[in-house]
Nanobody, 112 residues
Framework: EVQLVESGGGLVQFGGSLRLSCAASGFAFSVYTMKWVRQAPGKELEWVAI????????NYADSVKGRFTISRHNAKNTLYLQMNSLKPEDTAVYYC?????RGRGTQVTVSS
């Protein structure tokens, strides 16, 4: 059974940083493409960042490019999202995702 457990969210001021983690289990983590997605109140789910299995190549939504970094530690079955220069519009519940499967998410709130 696929399990994804996010952590690391919280309240941070404008311009601050947070590092999210996602502990994965129940599948061969290292070979799969993983994503971070987010959902702000009243808005649709938004793709944030993606990292491929194998070569760990990455891609980012324009809204976070240059500020967020996705990475993975395959030996620990863990996915990360380093978020710098946070803005109030980054406020959302952040989820790690394997295909359509997601964890329960972690809340990120950025105050202005």
């Amino acid at each position: 059974e696929v399990q994804l457990v996010e952590s690391g969210g919280g309240l941070v001021q404008f311009g601050g940083s947070l590092r999210l983690s996602c502990a994965a289990s129940g599948f061969a983590f290292s070979v799969y493409t993983m994503k971070w997605v987010r959902q702000a109140p009243g808005k649709e789910l938004e793709w944030v960042a993606i990292i491929n299995g194998g070569d760990s190549s990455t891609n980012y939504a324009d809204s976070v490019k240059g500020r967020f970094t996705i990475s993975r530690h395959n030996a620990k079955n863990t996915l990360y999202l380093q978020m710098n220069s946070l803005k109030p519009e980054d406020t959302a519940v952040y989820y790690c995702a394997l295909g359509n499967a997601r964890g329960r998410g972690t809340q990120v709130t950025v105050s202005s």
